[in-house]
C-alpha cells in the first residue's frame, strides 16, 4: 500500500494550482486539489479576466463619441450594465468549465471544499475527511486589504465589483494602484462620475516617472477626480440609501458605491500552516527558496501567497518549475528579471525592465530616448490625448534595460518588445530595424 493518499495535495485551485497539478499529474504523480470557491482563482474568477472584459465594454463609450469624426451616425446609443455584467459573468463560468476540465483530464481528483493543513504531511477537509500526502503546494493566492474604516462593511472591493446589481452614479474609489485607476476609468467611461481618493500623492508606485506624470493629467482630463492624501475615514448610509464618505483631511464625498483598492495579501489566514511548522511573513505571506520549498520541506508555495510577484503569468511559471522540480526530476527556478507588467487604465501604460530611476541607481548613468507623438488614431478624437514612449539604455553596453510605453495599445506592443529586452537586445538593433509604418509601434525604432 502506498504510504500516502496522494503524492502531492495542492490547496487552492487558481492560475498556479492548476499549472501546478497539470504539470505533476504529467509527471505520474497522483495529484489531488481543494478549492472552496471556484476553479480558476483571482485572475480568472475575479480578477484579470472579468476587469479587461469591463474595460473592453467601456471602451465602447469613447469609440461611439469619435465615431462621427469618421462619418458614423450613432443614434439612440445607450448602455445597459446588466447585459454587460451578465455577459462577463457567463464567460467567467465558462472558463471555471475549461479549468475544471483541465483538472479532470489530467486525472487530478478535485475536492470542491476548504482544506487546512493539520500536519507536514496532512490536511484536513472541511467535511472533515483527513488526507495525507508526501508534498503540499499552497496557493491559495491573495486576499483584497480592507483597512480600518469606520463603516468597512459599506464598502466593496474588486471581489464584489462583478456583481453590483445596477451601475452606480457616483462612486468613490480609495488606492491609487492599477485596481483602483483601472475601474476609475471603467466606471467613468461607462457613465458614472468617479472620485479618486488615496492616502499619498503618488499614483501607480513603481511605475517610470514620465509615464504616471502624463497619465495622471489625461485621467483629470476624462472626468475622473481625484483627492490625494485624503483616505477614507468613515463611511456612513444614509436615510435615501447612499453614501456618505469622510476623509481623514475632514472631506465630504456622497456616493452610490464605494470600493477600497488599497492592495492585496497573503490568504493565509486559519490555513493551519503553523501546525506543520511554516514560518509567515510580515504580511502572512510564505517565504520560499528558488525552488518554492518553504521552512517545512515536505510543503512548497506559489503565486500570490508568496508575495513575490502578485501577477498570473508568474504564478503559472511557478506551479510549472515546481512541478518540473518535485516531480519532474528537472530542477527549474522562475526569472524574476524583465517580466513585463501593464496597467488597463484609458489610455493604458505597460512597462518592461528598469524604470530611469532604478537604472541610475544600478548604472550611475543612462541614456534615455523618449518620443511624445500624437497617435493617429486620435486625430479624430475630441480629446487630443498623446502617446508616449521611452527607452532607457545603459551607457557603456548600450544594451536597453527598460522600455515604458503610453498610450494606445500599449500593452499589446510592449509584449514582443519584451523579448528584446529579455534577450538583451542594444540600442543600436533598435535603430537598425525598419519601422513598419503607418504605427504606433514604429516609433520605437525611431527614437535618436
Same mark, same amino acid.
Given at each position: 500500500?502506498?504510504?500516502?493518499?496522494? +503524492?502531492?495535495?495542492?490547496?487552492?485551485?487558481?492560475?498556479?494550482?492548476v499549472?501546478?497539478?497539470? #504539470?505533476?499529474? /504529467?509527471?505520474g504523480?497522483?495529484?489531488?486539489?481543494?478549492?472552496?470557491f471556484r476553479?480558476?482563482?483571482?485572475?480568472?474568477?475575479?480578477?484579470?479576466?472579468?476587469?479587461? %472584459? =469591463?474595460?473592453?465594454?467601456?471602451?465602447?463609450?469613447?469609440?461611439?463619441? !469619435?465615431?462621427?469624426q469618421?462619418?458614423?451616425?450613432i443614434?439612440g446609443?445607450?448602455?445597459?450594465?446588466?447585459?454587460?455584467?451578465?455577459?462577463?459573468?457567463?464567460?467567467?463560468?465558462r472558463?471555471?468549465?475549461?479549468?475544471?476540465?483541465?483538472l479532470?483530464?489530467?486525472?487530478?481528483e478535485?475536492?470542491?471544499?476548504?482544506?487546512?493543513?493539520?500536519?507536514?504531511?496532512?490536511?484536513?477537509l472541511? /467535511?472533515?475527511?483527513?488526507?495525507?500526502?508526501?508534498?503540499i503546494?499552497?496557493?491559495?493566492?491573495?486576499?483584497?486589504?480592507?483597512?480600518?474604516?469606520d463603516?468597512?462593511?459599506?464598502? #466593496?472591493?474588486?471581489?464584489?465589483?462583478?456583481? %453590483?446589481?445596477?451601475?452606480p452614479?457616483?462612486?468613490?474609489?480609495?488606492?491609487?494602484?492599477?485596481?483602483?485607476?483601472?475601474?476609475?476609468? #471603467?466606471? $467613468?467611461?461607462?457613465? /458614472?462620475?468617479?472620485?479618486?481618493?488615496n492616502?499619498?500623492d503618488?499614483?501607480?508606485?513603481?511605475? *517610470?516617472?514620465?509615464l504616471?506624470?502624463?497619465l495622471?493629467?489625461?485621467?483629470?482630463?476624462?472626468?475622473?477626480?481625484f483627492?490625494?492624501?485624503h483616505?477614507?475615514?468613515q463611511?456612513?448610509?444614509?436615510?435615501?440609501?447612499?453614501?456618505?464618505?469622510r476623509?481623514?483631511?475632514g472631506?465630504?464625498?456622497?456616493?452610490?458605491?464605494?470600493?477600497?483598492a488599497?492592495?492585496?495579501?497573503?490568504?493565509?489566514a486559519?490555513?493551519?500552516?503553523?501546525?506543520?511548522?511554516?514560518e509567515?511573513?510580515?504580511?502572512?505571506?510564505?517565504?520560499v +527558496?528558488e525552488?518554492?520549498?518553504?521552512?517545512?520541506?515536505?510543503i512548497?508555495?506559489?503565486? !500570490?501567497?508568496?508575495?513575490?510577484?502578485?501577477?498570473?503569468?508568474?504564478?503559472?511559471?511557478?506551479?510549472?518549475?515546481?512541478a *518540473?522540480?518535485?516531480?519532474g526530476?528537472?530542477?527549474?527556478?522562475?526569472?524574476?528579471?524583465?517580466?513585463?507588467?501593464?496597467?488597463?487604465?484609458?489610455?493604458?501604460?505597460?512597462?518592461?525592465?528598469?524604470?530611469?530611476e532604478?537604472?541610475? =541607481?544600478?548604472?550611475?548613468?543612462?541614456?534615455?530616448?523618449?518620443?511624445?507623438?500624437?497617435p493617429?488614431? $486620435?486625430?479624430?478624437s475630441?480629446?487630443?490625448?498623446?502617446?508616449?514612449?521611452?527607452l532607457?539604455?545603459?551607457?557603456d553596453t +548600450?544594451?536597453?534595460?527598460g522600455?515604458?510605453m503610453?498610450?494606445? !495599445?500599449?500593452?499589446e506592443?510592449l509584449?514582443?518588445?519584451a523579448?528584446?529586452?529579455?534577450?538583451?537586445?542594444?540600442?543600436?538593433?533598435? !535603430?537598425?530595424?525598419v519601422?513598419l509604418?503607418?504605427?504606433?509601434?514604429?516609433? =520605437?525604432?525611431?527614437?535618436?
Open positions: 500500500m502506498a504510504e500516502f493518499d496522494y +503524492d502531492l495535495f495542492v490547496i487552492g485551485a487558481g492560475s498556479g494550482g499549472r501546478a497539478s497539470r #504539470i505533476a499529474a /504529467s509527471h504523480a497522483r495529484v489531488a486539489v481543494a478549492e472552496e476553479v480558476g482563482g483571482t485572475c480568472v474568477i475575479r480578477g484579470c479576466v472579468p476587469k479587461k %472584459l =469591463l474595460v473592453y465594454g467601456s471602451h465602447f463609450a469613447h469609440s461611439l463619441h !469619435d465615431a462621427a469618421y462619418g458614423w451616425t443614434e446609443a445607450k448602455f445597459d450594465w446588466a447585459t454587460l455584467r451578465d455577459f462577463v459573468a457567463s464567460d467567467v463560468d472558463l471555471e468549465r475549461a479549468y475544471t476540465s483541465t479532470s483530464n489530467n486525472n487530478v478535485h475536492f470542491a471544499e476548504r482544506a487546512v493543513v493539520t500536519g507536514p504531511n496532512t490536511v484536513r472541511a /467535511s472533515g475527511r483527513e488526507i495525507t500526502a508526501r508534498i503546494l499552497i496557493a491559495v493566492g491573495a486576499w483584497p486589504v480592507m483597512p480600518e474604516i463603516g468597512a462593511e459599506h464598502c #466593496i472591493t474588486s471581489n464584489e465589483v462583478f456583481h %453590483l446589481p445596477e451601475l452614479k457616483r462612486v468613490v474609489i480609495q488606492g491609487a494602484g492599477y485596481i483602483a485607476l483601472e475601474f476609475a476609468g #471603467i466606471f $467613468n467611461a461607462l457613465g /458614472s462620475a468617479v472620485t479618486v481618493v492616502r499619498s503618488k499614483i501607480l508606485r513603481g511605475y *517610470d516617472h514620465d504616471t506624470e502624463r495622471l493629467p489625461v485621467l483629470k482630463a476624462r472626468g475622473i477626480e483627492a490625494f492624501n483616505p477614507i475615514e463611511v456612513t448610509r444614509q436615510d435615501d440609501g447612499t453614501l456618505l464618505v476623509t481623514s483631511g472631506k465630504l464625498f456622497e456616493a452610490d458605491a464605494v470600493m477600497v488599497t492592495g492585496r495579501q497573503p490568504k493565509t486559519g490555513l493551519g500552516l503553523e501546525s506543520a511548522g511554516v509567515l511573513g510580515a504580511t502572512g505571506e510564505v517565504p +527558496d525552488y518554492n520549498q518553504s521552512s517545512c520541506p515536505s512548497y508555495a506559489v503565486g !500570490d501567497v508568496t508575495n513575490r510577484v502578485q501577477l498570473t503569468p508568474v504564478a503559472i511559471r511557478e506551479g510549472h518549475a515546481f *518540473d522540480t518535485v516531480f526530476k528537472t530542477p527549474r527556478t522562475t526569472a524574476y528579471d524583465h517580466i513585463p507588467s501593464a496597467v488597463f487604465t484609458q489610455p493604458p501604460i505597460a512597462a518592461v525592465g528598469l524604470t530611469e532604478q537604472a541610475r =541607481l544600478v548604472h550611475g548613468h543612462v541614456k534615455v530616448f523618449k518620443s511624445d507623438f500624437r493617429m488614431q $486620435n486625430m479624430f475630441q480629446v487630443a490625448e498623446r502617446g508616449f514612449y521611452k532607457v539604455v545603459a551607457p +548600450d544594451v536597453v534595460l522600455v515604458h503610453f498610450g494606445p !495599445d500599449a500593452p506592443i509584449q514582443a518588445v523579448i528584446a529586452v529579455k534577450a538583451g537586445l542594444t540600442k543600436a538593433q533598435f !535603430d537598425d530595424t519601422a509604418h503607418p504605427s504606433m509601434a514604429e516609433e =520605437l525604432v525611431l527614437m535618436r
